[in-house]
């Protein structure tokens, strides 16, 4: 496994913009496809963003097209998380995971196909 650490979470009024950055250590991440999920209270933690080990492909719910930007940089092992034009619904602890399984080809969004976690990072969207 690899240890995973979010940061870049806070308090900001509706249509303002954060970054969330994801910081790996353990092993290098540039041969893993990296996600990020969100959980809100009361609610179960969905996937909302992937990108592959090769940064070719991403992927996003559709609750964020054209909102959130997922990017990595293997080099600093670290992968980001921005956040435009934020909504009180994006309101949730976000959280950076690692797939189980190197170099695969599709990105996975099951919770099961992930095997590294952060501690998650509070982001709050007030109206």
């Known amino acids: 496994q690899v240890q995973l650490v979010e940061s870049g979470g806070g308090l900001v009024q509706a249509g303002g913009s954060l970054r969330l950055s994801c910081a790996a250590s353990g092993r290098p991440i540039s041969m893993y496809n990296m996600a990020w999920f969100r959980q809100a209270p009361g609610k179960e933690r969905e996937w909302v963003a992937g990108i592959k080990w090769t940064s070719s492909t991403t992927l996003y719910t559709d609750d964020v097209k054209g909102r959130f930007t997922i990017s990595r940089d293997n080099a600093n092992n670290t992968v980001y998380l921005q956040m435009n034009s934020l909504k009180p619904e994006d309101t949730a602890v976000y959280y950076c995971?690692?797939?189980?399984?190197?170099?695969?080809?599709?990105?996975?969004?099951?919770?099961?196909?992930?095997?590294?976690w952060g501690q998650g990072t509070q982001v709050t969207v007030s109206s």
């Open positions: 995971a690692a797939e189980r399984i190197a170099g695969t080809t599709w990105l996975k969004k099951g919770l099961s196909d992930f095997d590294s």
